[in-house]
């Protein structure tokens, strides 16, 4: 069924190129035909069975061009856990689910928070867009954790260090933060690098490891969007999976790992192609 309503988005998406890539298979099959019966009288390939055919194929080959997975899975070596890649609301997923914050874990929307970031679509998707839970419970979490002052920022003006990690509970839902990104203090811009990021999610890993029991951890394509970081998408995807797979053969996160892609990447990524890199490794 997954694969079925795959290829209908893949149709309703691409209805040109779907048509396009049909008469262009049909057409050169005609042409091809053709030939045969020309160039060799001996074989005859006409009629409607062959009208058929021809036509089978060539629906069959156009609808192969626009069909692409929404979903993968990757099996790591030497290990029973699954890394499986979908696009979709990483908010409904089943099990943890992963927040990158900047390194005040900020609270305010607007400035600093984008309410365009997955931070900001947090806090006003399980807050209500108001901090005072949020903060209490971070506040208890961070209580023993090291951080310097910074008295002219906007916001919050404890900055924690990079990878630095705490957790929120929203009703039964469990939620991990980790500080991912460097906030300038004069315009509030987020930013971060591969090896802050590389860092931030070994951090991101441990704390995973030690809060999931068993249960699935999920987390969003992070270090797109505000954080600056610059890579495209596939190669951003590669760099978490590489981080997951380098963690779990350390020592068991759990059993599956869920990288929730945000809907709008669907045109920019194949996940075919992600899927048969790491078959190869």
């Known amino acids: 069924m997954k694969a079925l309503s795959d290829l209908i988005r893949g149709v309703f998406r691409h209805p040109l190129k779907t048509g396009s890539y049909i008469f262009s298979s049909f057409s050169i ?30 629906v069959g080959f156009g609808l192969k061009k626009v069909w692409k997975p929404s ?45 365009k970031s997955l931070h900001g679509i947090f806090l006003k998707e399980c807050f209500g867009g108001s901090p005072l839970s949020f903060d209490q419970q971070l506040d208890e979490q961070l209580k023993d954790v090291n951080g310097e002052n910074v008295p002219e920022k906007e916001g919050k003006i404890k900055r924690y260090p990079i990878g630095t990690t705490a957790v929120v509970t929203v009703n039964i839902d469990k939620y991990v933060l980790f500080a991912l990104t460097n906030t300038d203090a004069t315009d509030c811009k987020a930013s971060s690098d591969v090896t802050n990021m590389w860092y931030a999610l070994h951090c991101m890993w441990q704390r995973a490891r030690s809060e999931s029991g068993g249960h699935e951890v999920n987390l969003p394509l992070v270090g797109s969007g505000l954080s600056g970081l610059g890579l495209p998408t596939r190669d951003l995807l590669n760099v978490i999976i590489l981080s997951a797979i380098t963690e779990t053969k350390a020592r068991e996160v759990t059993k599956k790992i869920r990288i929730v892609l945000h809907e709008s990447r669907f045109e920019e990524l194949d996940l075919r192609n992600v899927q048969s890199y790491w078959e190869e490794k």
């Not at 053709?34 to 001996?42: E, R």
């Not at 696009?87 to 927040?99: A, E, H, T």
């Open 71 to 115: 979903k993968i899975k990757i099996k790591t070596a030497q290990s029973d856990t699954i890394i499986e890649v979908l696009f979709g609301d990483l908010f409904v997923q089943s099990g943890i689910r992963i927040i990158a914050v900047n390194d005040f874990f900020d609270s305010k929307i607007g400035n600093p928070v984008s309410d």
């Open 29 to 58: 099959m005609f042409t091809l035909v053709k030939a045969i019966n020309h160039f060799l009288p001996s074989i005859k390939i006409d009629g409607s069975p062959a009208l058929i055919a021809i036509t089978c194929i060539s």
